[in-house]
C-alpha cells in the first residue's frame, strides 16, 4: 500500500494562513470592515460623482441666516405653509419635508389662546383665538395644492403602530420584509398633516460604526410593513408613480445556491435602483456645492428665482448647527442631513450609482486564495525575491482592477483585504525560507569552515548548491607577488622566526587584496595568488587588480622604511624587502577543483601560467609590476609604459606584450608622467634602433623623470636597459 506523503511544514503554515484570512473575512470584525469602507472612501474622494450643473433637486434651507430674520426655532407651522405655498406656485415637481411633525404646533392660535386664559386681561382675544384655523390646518392645506412628502421615524420606545404608507408595492421573490432594517414601531405626523400628504417617507439612516454615512435605506419595515425611506419616497411621488417594484433574492427565477440573499433592486418607473441585501443603496456622492441650496428666508420673502424650483424635487430640511441634522460623509466631516436625501435622489435620478456586488466577498476569498497559494508556491521554488515581484504585480494588478471596476462600471471590489492577506501568507513564507536558509548557511560553515576560505565560506553558505565539483568559463584578472631574494632573506632564520616573518609580511598584502575585492587563491611559500571576478562578479576587475598591485607596493614601501628605522635605532643593518607583481587578464574555468571529499575553489587556464611567467618577468625588465596586454587594455585609465613589445616568456611558444605599471589614475593625468612616457618613447625608439649612444642618454633622463613621475622605484627597470646595451 502506497503511503500517503506527509505535507511539508510550508505547505501547513501556508494553509493556516489562508484558513485564518478567509475566516477572519467571513466573520468581518470591524477593523476589516473599517479598513475596507476607508478604500471606498478614497475612491470616492479620487472620482466623485459628476452632479449635472442643473441640479435636479433644490434644498430649502433653514439656515442661520433664516433663523436670524424669522426667529427661533421651531417656526409657527404657517411659516412653513407659506414655504410650501410659494414652492407649489413656483412650479415644484414635489416637496419632501425632512422633518418629523409628530405634535400638534405650540403656537397656532388655539394653543395660544389656551395661554392667554391664564391672565385676565388677554380674555376678550381668547375667543378670537381660539376661532382662528390652527397653524397644523394651513399647512394641510398648503399641502393640497403640491405633492408633499412627510417624514415618518422607525422608532423601538412608541408603542404606536404606524398608519398605512402611501406607496404600493410589488414583489418578486423572498419577502423583502425579511431584509429591510426593522423597527418595531414609528413616529408619526400628525394625522391631520398626514392624510392631505402625497407619501410618507421614513428619515432613519443606519450609522456605520465610524458614523460616516455612505448608505441610505431605500426601504425599512415598520411593525411588519415595508415602508419607503424620505428619497425613494420624494422620487416616486415627483414622476406621479403610485407603485415601488421591489425584487429581491429568487425574483430571477434563480436562487443563489439555494440561499435567501436578500434585496436586489428597488424600481421605479423606469428608474432601476441597486441594493445591497438589505435594502440600502450605497451612495455616489458629488462635491458638496452651495448652488442646491436656497435660503427659507428667501423663500418666505420672496426673493428667490421661481426658475430655481420649477420642475425640480425640493426639501425642505436644516443645515443651522444648533438643530443638531448634520452627518459626515467620505467627502466632507459634516454636511446637513437633508443634503444626504438631496443627493441620493439625484443619484437615483442620474443613474450613476455605485454598488457592491452579491459575489464580491466570494470573489475577493477566491482571489486571496489563488494568488496567496501562487506566493506560497513560488516561495518554496523560486525564493522569495521571485515571489515578493510576482505577489507586487499581483497586488498591483488586483489594486488596478478595483478601481478600473470603480471608475468605469461603478462597482466596489476590496483590493486591500486579498493584497494583506497575500502579504501574511508571503511574510510566513518568507520567515520559513529564512529559518530554512540560515539553518543550511550554519550546517555549511561547520563542514567547510576548516577547509576553505572565509569569503568563499560565506559565498557557499549564500549558494548551498555551488557544493559541488565542476564549474564555469570566466574572464578573471590574476595576480602573483613574489618576494625577491627570499633565500638570502630567510637565511639564518628558524623555522618559527621565518613563519613569522613570512606571517608578517603576507597579511598586509593579503589585507589589500580583499579590500580590492579580490580573492586569495593560494600562499606558495614566498609566494600569493590571487584573482578577481571570482566568485563575486566585479565588472572593475582589472583596475581593482591594478590599485591592489599599487598599494602592495607602497605598503611595501612603508614597511621597508618602518624596518630600517627600527633597524637603525638597534645600530643593526637593514635589509629592504622587495616583491615582484605580475598581472593578466584573460578567460579562465573557475570552481571547486578537488574531489567529492577535498575540493577548492580555484582558477584553471593558460591565463593563469601567462600569469605566473609575467611575475618572473619582473626579474628580467626590473619593474616591481608588470602586466600583460589584456590587462593594459582593461584598465586603460592607469599609467602604463611598455617595455616588450613581444616578449618569450619562460615556457612558453606564444610572445607577449608587457606593461610596467608605474601608477594610478591621477598620476597617468599629471604633466611629470606625460614627460616620462614621452621620453620613455624616445628610449624605446632607440633601442629599437639598436642608437646605444641616444640610449645611454635616454636612460639617464628618464631614470631622473622616473624619480618624479612615480612612486615605485623604476631604477631597477632602467639598469636593465643599461645592461642589455652592454650585451
Not at 391664564?118 to 395644492?145: G, K
Not at 440561499?259 to 445591497?276: A, F, N
Request: hydrophobic content about 50%; glycine content about 8%.
Amino acid at each position: 500500500m502506497t503511503l500517503l506523503r506527509r505535507p511539508s511544514l510550508h505547505l501547513i503554515v501556508t494553509a493556516v494562513v489562508l484558513a485564518l484570512a478567509v475566516a477572519l473575512r467571513i466573520i468581518d470584525p470591524s477593523p476589516v470592515a473599517r479598513l475596507r469602507l476607508s478604500i471606498f472612501d478614497s475612491y470616492l474622494n479620487l472620482k466623485p460623482r459628476d452632479a449635472d450643473p442643473a441640479f435636479p433637486v433644490r434644498i430649502v434651507d433653514i439656515d442661520e441666516a433664516s433663523l436670524a430674520k424669522i426667529g427661533q426655532w421651531p417656526w409657527p407651522r404657517s411659516e412653513l405653509a407659506h414655504i410650501v405655498e410659494r414652492l407649489g406656485e413656483a412650479g415644484a415637481k414635489t416637496v419632501a419635508i425632512d422633518l418629523i411633525l409628530a405634535e400638534p404646533d405650540r403656537l397656532s392660535p388655539a394653543a395660544l389662546a389656551r395661554q392667554a386664559q391664564i391672565r385676565s386681561e388677554l380674555a376678550p382675544i381668547v375667543a378670537e383665538l381660539a376661532a382662528l384655523p390652527s397653524n397644523d390646518d394651513l399647512l394641510a392645506r398648503a399641502m393640497t395644492n403640491v405633492p408633499v412628502v412627510l417624514g415618518v421615524a422607525g422608532d423601538a420606545v412608541t408603542s404606536r403602530a404606524p398608519n398605512p404608507p402611501k406607496a404600493r408595492f410589488a414583489t418578486a421573490g423572498d419577502d423583502p420584509t425579511l431584509f429591510a432594517p426593522r423597527f418595531p414601531n414609528a413616529i408619526e405626523p400628525l394625522p391631520v398633516l398626514a392624510a392631505p400628504a402625497t407619501g410618507l417617507g421614513a428619515v432613519n439612516w443606519l450609522p456605520a460604526a465610524d458614523q460616516i454615512v455612505r448608505h441610505v435605506p431605500l426601504l425599512i419595515t415598520l411593525h411588519g410593513t415595508l415602508y419607503p425611506t424620505l428619497s425613494l419616497e420624494a422620487l416616486r411621488t415627483g414622476m406621479r408613480e403610485t407603485t415601488a417594484f421591489v425584487r429581491a433574492s429568487g425574483g430571477s427565477g434563480v436562487l443563489s445556491f439555494g440561499e435567501q440573499t436578500g434585496i436586489e433592486t428597488v424600481r421605479v418607473g423606469k428608474i432601476v435602483l441597486p441594493t445591497s441585501g438589505d435594502g440600502q443603496l450605497w451612495l455616489n456622492f458629488a462635491r458638496p456645492d452651495p448652488r442646491r441650496y436656497i435660503s427659507a428666508h428667501n423663500v418666505l420673502d420672496g426673493s428667490f428665482d421661481p426658475k430655481d424650483i420649477a420642475g425640480r424635487h425640493v426639501l425642505i430640511g436644516a443645515s443651522a448647527t444648533g438643530l443638531l441634522d448634520l452627518r459626515a460623509t467620505p467627502l466632507a466631516a459634516s454636511v446637513p442631513g437633508v443634503e444626504i436625501h438631496a443627493q441620493a435622489i439625484e443619484q437615483m435620478l442620474s443613474g450613476a450609482h455605485v454598488s457592491r456586488p452579491p459575489l464580491a466577498t466570494g470573489a475577493e476569498i477566491a482571489l486571496l486564495l489563488a494568488v496567496g497559494a501562487l506566493v506560497a508556491g513560488l516561495i518554496r521554488r523560486s525564493g522569495p525575491l521571485a515571489a515578493a515581484a510576482i505577489g507586487a504585480a499581483a497586488t498591483a494588478v488586483i489594486g488596478m482592477g478595483s478601481w478600473l471596476a470603480f471608475s468605469k462600471a461603478g462597482l466596489l471590489f476590496d483590493p486591500v483585504y486579498p493584497a494583506l492577506s497575500v502579504l501574511a501568507v508571503y511574510l510566513a513564507g518568507s520567515l520559513l525560507s529564512f529559518v530554512r536558509t540560515e539553518t543550511d548557511r550554519a550546517r555549511v560553515r561547520r563542514a567547510f569552515g576548516h577547509y576553505v576560505s572565509t569569503p568563499l565560506v560565506e559565498e557557499l553558505a549564500a549558494d548551498p548548491s555551488r557544493l559541488k565539483l565542476g564549474g564555469e568559463t570566466r574572464a578573471v584578472t590574476l595576480l602573483f607577488a613574489d618576494v625577491r631574494g627570499f633565500s638570502r632573506l630567510s637565511e639564518g632564520m628558524d623555522a618559527e622566526t621565518l613563519i613569522r616573518f613570512v606571517n608578517r609580511l603576507f597579511t598586509p598584502l593579503s589585507e589589500i587584496i580583499l579590500e580590492h575585492r579580490g580573492t586569495i587563491d593560494k600562499f606558495m611559500g614566498d609566494a600569493v595568488m590571487a584573482f578577481w571576478n571570482a566568485p563575486v562578479p566585479d565588472q572593475a576587475h582589472a583596475a581593482n587588480a591594478c590599485r591592489a598591485a599599487l598599494t602592495m607596493q607602497a605598503r611595501m614601501d612603508r614597511m621597508n622604511r618602518e624596518e630600517a628605522a627600527r633597524k637603525a635605532a638597534a645600530g643593526e643593518p637593514a635589509q629592504p624587502i622587495r616583491i615582484g607583481i605580475g598581472l593578466n587578464t584573460g578567460p579562465c574555468c573557475v570552481g571547486n577543483v578537488g574531489s567529492p571529499q577535498r575540493f577548492d575553489y580555484s582558477v584553471l587556464g593558460d591565463t593563469v601560467n601567462v600569469a605566473s611567467r609575467i611575475e618572473d618577468a619582473t626579474k628580467i625588465y626590473g619593474a616591481p609590476i608588470i602586466v600583460g596586454a589584456e590587462t593594459a587594455r582593461e584598465a586603460p585609465g592607469f599609467a602604463f609604459l611598455e617595455i616588450a613589445t613581444a616578449a618569450r616568456l619562460r615556457g612558453k611558444e606564444r610572445s607577449e606584450q608587457l606593461f610596467a605599471l608605474v601608477g594610478d589614475e591621477q598620476l597617468a593625468k599629471t604633466e611629470s608622467f606625460k614627460a616620462l612616457a614621452a621620453r620613455y618613447a624616445t628610449l624605446r625608439d632607440a633601442l629599437v634602433r639598436a642608437d646605444a649612444a641616444a640610449a645611454v642618454t635616454e636612460i639617464a633622463t628618464c631614470r631622473a623623470l622616473a624619480k618624479a613621475a612615480s612612486p615605485l622605484p623604476l631604477d631597477a627597470m632602467f639598469d636593465a636597459y643599461a645592461a642589455s646595451l652592454k650585451t
